[in-house]
Each structure stands twice: as structure tokens, then as C-alpha cells.
């Protein structure tokens, strides 16, 4: 069994495209979440906040014929993959062709605008709006696949379409299979584009917050007064290594993966559990080799909603007791879905190199239904850690937990 570095990183998202902007933003202790006009347009639909991406840089290189297989999704995968690429000193190595580099990159959906030219072929019978690169830029392994194209690698090409933890379990799986020997490097993470289907789909299950009038004021990850979820939108890979392998090219090592787990409720779609909850963080515990007072923080999954963040945080006081600091970064940013859970592992490991963590905003009074934990709240924390827990529980059950180490 092979140790597994992280040496590269790259982020799109509302806060920022790299870690000093990121940080910087965090600690204004303000977030981006905006009104969306465009959406008072939809009827039925209760929410009009979310927190979109304003502007990106494409990838370099972006040809017109490069560029035709990829939605707004792929896009944003690509461009944090060349970002982390840069990074880590691999963008133009030969690793990259040589069938031991691959990719484990997941989003909830393709995009949607491709998903529109198909829906005409039934609301209108004609195939007019289809062209060969709708299926491409629609199909739900388009972020993973698009990345692979485009850098011409020949190693594993492993899609997680598993909504809230496509982003977590791509890591999880990139870092299981350097671990086993099956490849040396993997490009991990997850991205999503922001879409009022999204919305819509959230607010059918009055999910969904309605301060509409007061943007920076939600999400409100486990306040008594939250009133529901904000979407977003993003990207994050990070460059997963072989340690060996890291080692000997005298790579920087930003922090090490030292334990995933992943496992399934089996009992409701919308609905978590907490034994289930609680045994993946234990689980990814065993995977690290270490106990649960190693931990020195947990970043939450906590969306806002009243069911996701009670069981959660019961969960984690189950498994740390109440002494755990505990945050989440979707009121920064909302739930960016299936790009969620890298880009909060990224932010994470930047705390960690850091000793500097950002609070849960928007959290003034714990709700009392909510287990008792050292919640961040009121400003930023300076912690000294070793070893933390990044968590995502997503729709139909499925959780997963990542831990970090961090490496001097």
C-alpha cells in the first residue's frame, strides 16, 4: 500500500480562483450569494438566490475544435485542471500520456444546455436541435471525460455522478487507486454550472432558502433560523500522487490523503441517516489508521436544510464528542452539488497548511436540535492541527468522508 500526496490544486468559484484570493474573501466573513433576476421570470419558483461564478479563465489552448465537446461544466473542469497541473509541474510531463495517469471527476449532471437541445427532440419531434456534440457535452461523465481528451491521458478515466459526493468520492477513488498500485497520478474532483433546474428541483422538496431580499443573510448552515439551502456553482481538481513518485521529481507536497470512506443509508432518497452518517466518518478513521481524537476539525457538509444539518452534526458528536470545531463553507458559497466536495477538501488542506479556519457565517444560535460541538461562529480560528475530516452526504444515501494530513 502506497502513500498518496496531493501536489497541485486549482479552483473556480465564486470566492475566488486561487487560494490567496479565496482567503482573503473568507475572511471578510461575507458571502457571494446574489439575487437572481433572471430567475423571477420562472413561475412557481420560491427561491431567486444563488451564488454564481461571475467570470473564469478558459482553458489556454482552447481551440474551437477542442472546445465543442464541452458545456459550461466541462469547461470550468478543464481550466482547474490545468491550474492544478501548473502547480504540481506536470502540465507538459510525459506522465501524462504514459497509461498511469488518469482521472476520478464527478458532477451531478452534464450541462444542461445540451440537455434542452435534447428535450425538443420530444416537446417539437425534430432533431433540428441536435448536433453531434450534444450527447458529449450532456452526458454525466463529460467533466471526467473532457479532462482526459483534452490532456491526451491514457490511464483510468473514473466518472462519480453521485450528486453532493461526485466531488468527494472522485478524491476518494483517485486516492484508492494510487494507494493499490493501479496508477501513479490521478486528476480528482468534481465541478457543476449553475442551472435553475437545480433550483427547481431543491425547491419542489421546500429545500430551498427564500430570503430573496436579504441574499447575505443564507444559506445558514445549523442556525435555528435557517430556512434552507442556496445553490452554486464551481470547480476543483487537485493532483493526487504517488509518494514515491512525488518524491523523486522533488515535487511540493501540499498535504497527504490518509483515509476515504464511502458507504450508502439504504433507506430514503431525501432523507439521511445518522448511523450511517456516522459510521463513514469512522470508517475513513480506520482507513487513516488513526483514532478519532487525532481529528482536530471536521468541515461539515451542512446545506442549510433542518434534516440534513441535525443528523449531521449528531453524527459527528457521535463520533468526536462535543469538543470538535466544526464549519461549513456552503455559507460562503452554497451547495455547489457535485463540485462541493473538492472544492471544500481544498479549502480544507489550505486551512490546515494555514492554521487559520473559516467560520460557518450567518450562524448566530446553534439550533437547540442540533448535537453540541465547538462550532466556529463570530470569526475565524487559529487552529494547529495534524490530521483533519472533510465530509459529504448526498441524495439517495450516499455518504463519504475524507481525511487529511498535513505534511511540513
Known sequence: MGRVVITGAGAISALGCDWAQTRAALATGKNKIVRMTEWEDYEGLFTKVACPVLDFELPSGLTRKKGRTMGRVALMAVSSAEQALKEAGLLDDPILKSGVCGVSYGSSTGSTDAVIEVASLFTQKSVESLNATTYLRMMGHTAAANIGIFFGLTGRIIPTSTACTSGSQGIGYAYECIKNGYQRVMLAGGAEALCVSEAAVFDRLYATSTRNDAPGETPRP????????????????????????????????????????????????????????????????????IPASEIGYVNAHATGTESGDIVESQATAKVFGERMPISSLKSYIGHTLGACGSLEAWMSMQMLRDDWYAQTINLTQPDERCAELDYLMGGPRTMSNEYIMTNNFAFAGINSSIVLKRLE
Open 222 to 289: 445549523f442556525d435555528s433560523h435557517r430556512d434552507g439551502l442556496v445553490i452554486g456553482e464551481g470547480a476543483c481538481t487537485l493532483v493526487l500522487e504517488d509518494y514515491q513518485h512525488a518524491m523523486a521529481r522533488g515535487a511540493t507536497m501540499l498535504a497527504e490523503v490518509v483515509g476515504f470512506a464511502t458507504n450508502s443509508d439504504g433507506l430514503h432518497a431525501t432523507r439521511p441517516s445518522e448511523p450511517t452518517v456516522a459510521r463513514v466518518m469512522e470508517l475513513a478513521l480506520e482507513s487513516a489508521g
